[in-house]
């Protein structure tokens, strides 16, 4: 089964509201349930990126100028052209990545539309002028955003930073994974569909190294968004400071999900593997460790296992599929990896295993996978696989649970169940950024953002916009006194 996508056979990058050159080399995206070619994007350069920052900088006082109510409304039409959209998305994303076509119409294509609403929403509740004594606060747009974005939630994770920084009244120059670009040519029209000005929103495809950190180092950018891997985020914050610009990190994350004694196991385990398991186990927030006293581990693993039956492995468009392949064969090989490592440092493994699935070789299929009797210091348990594999770590007490919790070098989300006293005590305990307790849904008008090299700053709701805003105060002289200079 091979995929075109019809806005890209035959387009290159999109700088000032319209497909911009030829491109003297391409990249090759692939359908990781296949490995046939899927489509060709260009491959930029910082000349390219230099043509898309002109336009952003040109486009700015315009767009700065414009009521926050008007830029609210373009979000508005954004969503309606997303929705519009929904099944194009969704099967462009499965194509690409392998997610389930039920995930992806779901999550890939409803969830960016969802974000573009929401942050219309909450306009009129931002204090972009403020008072505050005889001084007046107020909220302007950064400037020049460079937006970057990762290949597990292309469109997701573009939309988080995109819509805030837009309803700030920024211009943007994004550059999306050369793993998953299908969506950047169809979100750019859809800008543009959606009222935004020429030059406010520019896509320059290409390498990371090369086109990430043109855009990171160049000197009429002003903000640096990335979502990532806490490698990289440290690499574009190191170029970032030639000119010290902003730069916020949305980046890796080990949440732990600990189960307290009292909790409602059946629903513990349920919501467990759905995060821990959806998009492949491909999520930055993804419940990776789990930590149950240790009277009640076999109970709990006897569960898991069970449930994990009902997770389905197979091509990415069958409806009733619940886990496709991984993104790529490289990323199939990193998570293969861990798991053997995860046998190799002593871990049980309950369910799943290395090696290729019988009868899906061909693609980047892996067996999703149950380690217990985790040591909570091994790799497993400490580094970030990205892929369907879960941990499962026996505790002693509350102390115990929340120490291992803030072990690692991460902390982005966690999640507790047990009785509601108890588990908001412990969610107040945990180095994270956000806390889900008994199941909680997303909500996006809450912050989602990390602690320690899980990265800095934060997305979705106010405080997401807020991330887009320098703040100014216009001190009002009168009869109150002298200036003094600072």
Known sequence: MTYTHPQLSASTHWINGRFDGTASSHTDVTNPATGALVASVPSGTAEDVDRAVSAARAALPGWANTSTADRAAVLTRLA?????????????????????????????????????????????????????????????????VGAITPWNFPLQQTMTKIAP????????VYKPSEVAPLTAALLARAVTR???????????????????????????????????????GKRLSVVAASNVKRVGLELGGKSANIVLEGADIDLAVRETLV?????????????????VPAARKDEIVTKLVAAAAGYSVGNPLDETVRLG?????????????????????????AYGGPGRIPGLEDGA?????IFSDVDPNSTIAQEEIFGPVLSVISYEDEEDAVAIANSTIYGLTAAVFGEAEDALRVANRLEVGQVY????????????GGYKQSGNGREFGRHGVEEFTEVKAILIGGSTGASVAL
């Open 437 to 448: 307790l008994n199941g909680a849904g997303l909500n996006m008008l809450a912050p989602f």
């Open 325 to 349: 392949p991984l993104a790529s064969e490289s990323q199939w090989e990193r998570v293969n990896g861990y798991i053997e490592k995860g046998i190799e440092e002593g871990a049980t493994l």
């Open 194 to 232: 959606a009222g935004a000005p020429d030059g406010v929103f520019n896509v320059v495809y290409g390498a990371g190294k090369v086109v990430g950190e043109a855009i990171a180092a160049h000197p009429d950018v002003d903000m640096i968004s990335f979502t990532g891997s806490t490698a990289v």
């Open 365 to 369: 299929y892996i067996r999703p996978t």
């Open 275 to 291: 995060n821990s398991w959806s998009n492949g186990g491909q999520a930055c927030g993804a419940w990776t460790r789990l930590l």
């Open 80 to 144: 309606a052209e997303i929705t519009e959209h929904n099944e194009e998305i969704a099967q462009a994303i499965t194509v690409e990545i392998g997610a389930p076509i039920m995930f992806s119409r779901m999550a890939q294509a409803g969830l960016p539309a969802a974000v573009a609403a929401a942050v219309a929403s909450i306009e009129p509740n931002i204090d972009w002028v403020e008072e505050i004594g005889t001084s007046l606060i107020v909220r302007e747009p950064v400037g020049v």
């Open 165 to 172: 920084a837009l309803l700030a009244g920024n211009t943007i």
